[in-house]
């Protein structure tokens, strides 16, 4: 319903715009039509015009894009309350029962085990909140070291092994070539991170994520995530990695998200002076993340 | 550890955790519990194809649901309002992270009975839950007793909506469901005029625009049962422009 109405008021500020342009230029045809002799006044009118048509048209396009953002802000904010209140309720509902009810030992280590899985979720969300609020603020300098790249990747893969319940052949690191990285090791943890996560959360059940190292004629070094997933439409290829965009649809309702995660990517591949972009042959066919960086700065 | 065991919770909750939780409460409580992790799956169970199979058996699977709202495809807001319109009124709880006024509003207005944002405390669920249970109980309780005469007689004609037949004189008309209904809303109205609008809201539940010509047939049929003369009707009268009046001792 709100949806509907956004996309009214859209249609509408469109309408709007393009029905003053037209009465303008009908007014002026008509003025020039019936007046075709003052040479000097036709030219400025036609500067003042354009001038005019300009500003119609430029505010239109402000408007609709601040009504998109909205509506983009308004899904994350419901996004980030679904996030954070899910797994406090559900901690909260696996206290109350241990607190109130009598439960069986095999059951009760069950419960302590959903609760931690919802701990880490609440966790997870937390710091995607807090370190795009980080990336955000440009004023913030990165903490420069040198790393071993492998190690930080392999490290993230690791993570998502304990994280989630599958198989360690489903998670698979091919080994590249030593590469020794000048960066912030901690963004790029957290870039690595969630295009890992990323990718385990859209394969759904059957996961099997690839993971490889490389570099590019000793400048760059990149890590490629290549997940069986459910595929990108070319038309998302480039709208996934803005702030809280999140594919319309079945699928972004299905797997949980607060769009933030792969905005943090982009961001911490700019920071580097990097890039980050998305492959996929279209829906169905998996998709594919690579993350560039320049090795030394 | 209550009374009320064997009432059937419907749980509509895609986060496994929550789901498996409140299953294992309301277990405990001795209800009996289904899960399902999509609106869809909650409409299919609910509402079982095309509503002519077994809606009634349908309608009285589950005496209370608990339905999320941010769920994949069909929202919740969605599932209930879409089992409002198909007239099923089984009580429903809706459980939500949403929790703004806005929201609650809006879960109200689709047909929600009762709202409660998460994080929620499990003894308030369950002591609503079993307040709408026991609503449903007093009800049932306090509904007057049915009439003993369900039955209208009018001349040497007689309706009779318990048996769903129509008697007019020696013969004996099997009414259907709908034509029952018509009847004894006609009756009910004996005398004034009933506009085919007013009829359709009040006897099938339908509003705005619904072609309001479905009424005319169920008239030429009546008509056929209760008329001597069917092409000049005595009893149920057309009213130019508006809708039908029913008298039950025309003048003679």
Redesign the interface.
């Known amino acids: 319903m709100v949806v509907g109405g956004r996309r009214k008021s859209i249609a509408f500020f469109i309408a709007l715009g393009a029905g003053l342009i037209s009465v303008i230029l009908l007014l002026y045809v008509g003025w020039v039509l019936l007046n075709w002799h003052t040479g000097i006044l036709v030219f400025f009118g036609i500067l003042l015009l354009a001038l005019v048509i300009g500003g119609v048209v430029l505010n239109t396009t402000f408007l609709v894009r601040e009504i998109r953002r909205n509506a983009q802000h308004d899904a994350f904010i ?1 996004a980030v ?2 996030e ?3 797994p ?3 901690i ?3 206290l ?2 241990l607190k ?2 009598a439960v069986d030992d095999s ?1 009760r280590r069950e419960f302590y085990d ?1 609760m931690l ?2 701990s880490d979720r609440l966790l997870g969300t937390i710091e995607q909140v807090l370190r795009t609020g980080r990336i955000g603020d440009t004023r913030r300098e990165l903490h420069v070291s040198s790393i071993d790249f492998g190690a930080v990747v392999e490290e993230c893969l690791a993570r998502a092994r304990r994280l989630y319940p599958v198989s360690a052949n489903a998670l698979a690191y091919r080994h590249g070539p030593p590469i020794t990285l000048t960066c912030d090791a901690e963004e790029v943890r957290a870039a690595v991170s969630n295009l890992i996560d990323n990718a385990v959360k859209y394969s759904g059940s059957q996961v099997q994520v690839d993971v490889e190292t490389a570099s590019v004629d000793g400048k760059y070094a990149y890590v490629r995530v290549k997940d069986n997933g459910p595929g990108i439409p070319p038309a998302e290829l480039k709208q996934i990695f803005k702030r809280f965009y999140r594919v319309p649809g ?1 699928l972004a ?2 797997v949980k998200g607060t769009g933030l995660g792969l905005f943090i990517v982009r961001s911490v591949a700019k920071r580097h002076g990097g890039r980050a972009w998305a492959e996929s042959e279209g829906p169905g066919h998996g998709s594919t993340f690579v993350l560039q960086l320049p090795i030394s700065r | 550890m209550t009374a009320n065991s064997s009432e059937k919770i419907l749980i509509v909750e ?2 496994q ?2 789901a ?3 299953r ?2 309301l277990e ?1 409580e001795g209800y009996q519990v289904r899960a399902v992790d999509t609106g869809e799956a909650a409409l299919d169970l609910l509402l079982p194809a095309s509503g002519n199979g077994a809606p009634e058996a349908a309608k009285h699977a589950f005496d209370i649901i608990v339905l999320d709202v ?4 069909k ?1 919740g807001f969605e599932v209930i309002s879409e089992l409002r319109q198909a007239r099923h009124f089984v009580p429903t709880i809706i459980l939500t ?3 703004r006024p806005e929201d609650v509003l809006e879960g109200f207005a689709a047909g929600a009975d009762d709202y409660l ?7 308030i669920l369950i002591a609503r839950i079993r307040g709408l249970l026991r609503r449903k109980e007093w009800l049932r309780a306090s509904a007057p007793p049915p009439e003993p005469k369900d039955s209208f007689v009018f001349g040497d004609k007689s309706i009779h909506f318990d048996l769903l037949e129509l008697r007019v004189r020696e013969q004996v008309y099997p009414l259907t469901v709908m034509e029952a209904s018509v009847l004894r809303y006609l009756v009910e109205h004996e005398g004034k005029t009933v506009s085919r609008k007013t009829m359709l809201k009040d006897v099938w539940g339908l509003h705005g625009d619904t072609d309001t010509r479905a009424i005319d047939n169920f008239i030429v049929r009546l008509r056929r049962y209760l008329e001597d003369d069917a092409t000049r009707p005595r009893h149920l009268l057309t009213v130019r422009g508006i809708g039908y009046r029913f008298i039950a001792f025309p003048p003679e």
Do not use: Q, W
């Not at chain 2, 998460?118 to 003894?123: G, Q």
């Open positions: 419901n309350t679904h954070l209140k899910t406090v309720a559900s909260r509902l696996y109350e029962t109130t009810r059951k959903i899985d919802d079945p309702t299905r | 895609d986060e955790h929550l498996d939780g409140l294992f409460n405990a941010m769920l994949p495809g929202n992270a949403r929790g944002p998460k994080p929620f405390e499990l003894a």
